[in-house]
């Protein structure tokens, strides 16, 4: 069965500190995994990451994918109370009867104080 | 400003009713999925479609859970009967399968409360 952890479960931090958050798995035929940032409501996008080693980045978050060793890490830098959220991570994959399907994880719940 | 929609946004209903929960993928979006989302069990995929073909649906309970995608800018979850552990929140995402890989763009989801 795929799996996918995440850690710390949550998190509290000040303004302006740095965080990362941390996603292992298993997944039978790996496709991709993908980073979102959940508030009050849905889910929102934040990276796709398909290639080990490849950072990707986007203002102060950047995320990179370790496929030998089956994790990815997300770094917020100078985080801002506005980056308060569930932080998701999900893992593409195909399953044993060959459909793809979106693992998730359980969420960090991050929690930045002024 | 492409998006999924959702509707209702919220439902509360007493057990033993039909509810329906309808969701309109991304124009152009090939793919749908359908998400429970819990305290304790975090997002549990309940079914996946492509090209309004249901590819899989082991997350769901069949006797009385149905997922169907009359055509392509619709999706339908319906649960007949409710029961209240099927209070959650109900996502519906679309992504576009290109290659091996799908990103899924969310619905702001349903809130399901069942008393």
């Known amino acids: 069965e795929d799996k996918v952890v995440q850690s710390p479960l949550s998190l509290v931090v000040h303004e302006g500190d740095t965080v990362t958050l941390n996603c292992s798995y298993e997944?039978?035929?790996?496709?991709?995994l993908l980073w979102y940032k959940q508030e009050k409501k849905a889910p929102t996008f934040l990276f796709m990451l398909?290639?080990?080693?490849i950072e990707k980045k986007s203002g102060r978050l950047s995320s990179i994918l370790d496929k030998k060793e089956l994790f990815s890490i997300l770094n917020i830098t100078a985080t801002q109370t506005g980056d308060s959220a569930v932080y998701l991570c999900?893992?593409?994959?195909?399953?044993?009867?060959?459909?793809?399907?979106?693992?998730f994880g359980k969420g960090t719940k991050l929690s930045v104080i002024p | 400003d492409a998006r999924v929609t959702q509707t209702p946004r919220h439902k509360v209903t007493e057990m033993g009713q039909e509810v329906t929960m309808r969701c309109q993928p991304i124009?152009?979006?090939?793919?749908v999925f359908w998400y429970r989302q819990t305290m304790m069990q975090g997002l549990e995929l309940l079914a996946y479609?492509?090209?309004?073909?249901?590819?899989?649906d082991s997350g769901m309970p069949k006797d009385r859970f149905s997922a169907e995608m009359p055509d392509a800018t619709l999706a339908t979850l319906k649960i007949q009967p409710s029961e209240p552990r099927d209070s959650a929140v109900y996502f519906c995402?679309?992504?576009?399968?290109?290659?091996?890989?799908?990103?899924?763009?969310f619905g702001q989801g349903t809130r399901l409360t069942v008393v």
């Open positions: 995402a679309s992504g576009l399968r290109g290659g091996s890989n799908t990103e899924a763009f």
């Open positions: 997944v039978t035929n790996f496709r991709s």
């Open positions: 398909t290639s080990s080693g």
């Open positions: 999900a893992v593409g994959g195909f399953s044993g009867a060959g459909s793809y399907q979106l693992t």
């Open positions: 124009l152009g979006h090939n793919t």
């Open positions: 479609f492509r090209n309004r073909a249901p590819l899989d």
